[in-house]
């Protein structure tokens, strides 16, 4: 279906289209098996929803807000885990999909003999990492819905606050990709991913953490992610979350141009 609608649905031409054009060859080359990678992507931050969230929140009760609000555990992590879910589904497809094939399958060699240039092939591939991030969102998104952890206005609203995420990962992860110099450097990445995971606000405030700990967590991209969506979750945005937006947009943009630069280097040579 994405094969027909896409193509239909951006007419432009020029640079932009052809970054679309690489996320097209994206859909046009997936297979069966594909989904169920995608599937088992979901399935981590749900159980950790239900045995966290749930299970562990049961002992917790309910936690407090910096504004003095109280709100079930439950609902305090889920937010964290639908930040979460961007996340990882974001640097998946950016990191270990995109190195494989720009060092091994050599796919972007070829794709070089056209006009597309550098800069639009990690474009393309941005857009197509956000189809995967966003298929999550929306998923996560409803189970919230169908527990009663938000409103399904508050979930309309926090979706495009799940797609920047997605799309600030995604940018930092082809800038990774692009000086990693192996696949076990994967390892690296893995621990630094787990280590943001825990160490982000998700599972405690960061009021928790010791001053100088508390600094160090705010600074992290998945610590503004998870304040932007819970904020908008549970219906306290404020100041801060635009400080979130503008946080994600500069990785963005700074992850995209390092990546397309890096790129350039690496296979114009």
């Known amino acids: 279906m994405l094969t027909l609608v896409l193509p239909k649905l951006v007419s432009f031409e020029g640079s932009g289209g052809r970054a679309v054009r690489v996320t097209e060859r994206n859909v046009n080359a997936l297979k069966s098996a594909y989904w169920v990678v995608m599937a088992g992507g979901l399935l981590e931050p749900v159980l950790y929803l239900f045995s966290i969230g749930v299970g562990v929140g049961a002992l917790i009760g309910d936690i407090g807000l910096p504004g003095g609000r109280t709100v079930s555990y439950t609902e305090f992590v889920a ?10 589904g974001a640097l998946a497809e950016t990191t270990f999909n995109f190195f494989g094939k720009m060092k091994f399958m050599r ?11 550098p800069f639009e092939i990690a474009v393309g591939e941005l857009i197509w990492a956000m189809v995967r991030g966003s298929l999550y969102s929306i998923a996560f998104l409803a189970i919230m819905v169908v527990m009663d952890l938000t409103t399904p206005l508050r979930a309309l609203a ?41 160490f982000s606000g998700t599972f405690v405030p960061a009021e928790a953490y010791p001053a100088v700990l508390r600094w160090l967590v705010e600074l992290s991209p998945l610590y503004r992610s998870v304040d ?24 963005l ?3 995209l141009t390092v990546a397309g630069t890096r790129m350039g280097k690496l296979l114009c040579k």
Do not use: E
């Open 158 to 198: 926090a979706f495009p606050a799940a797609v920047l995420v997605g799309f600030a990962f995604g940018a930092l992860g082809m800038t990774v990709a692009t000086l990693i110099r192996s696949w076990q450097d994967f390892d690296l990445i893995g621990a630094g991913q787990f280590a943001l995971f825990l």
């Open 107 to 117: 796919l972007y060699d070829g794709m070089l003999a056209t006009p597309i240039r």
């Open 228 to 251: 932007l969506i819970r904020g908008i979750s549970l219906g306290t945005a404020g100041w801060a979350q635009v400080v979130d937006v503008v946080y994600l947009l500069v990785l």
């Open 79 to 88: 937010p964290a885990m639908l930040a979460a879910s961007a996340m990882s």
């Open 253 to 255: 943009a700074v992850g």
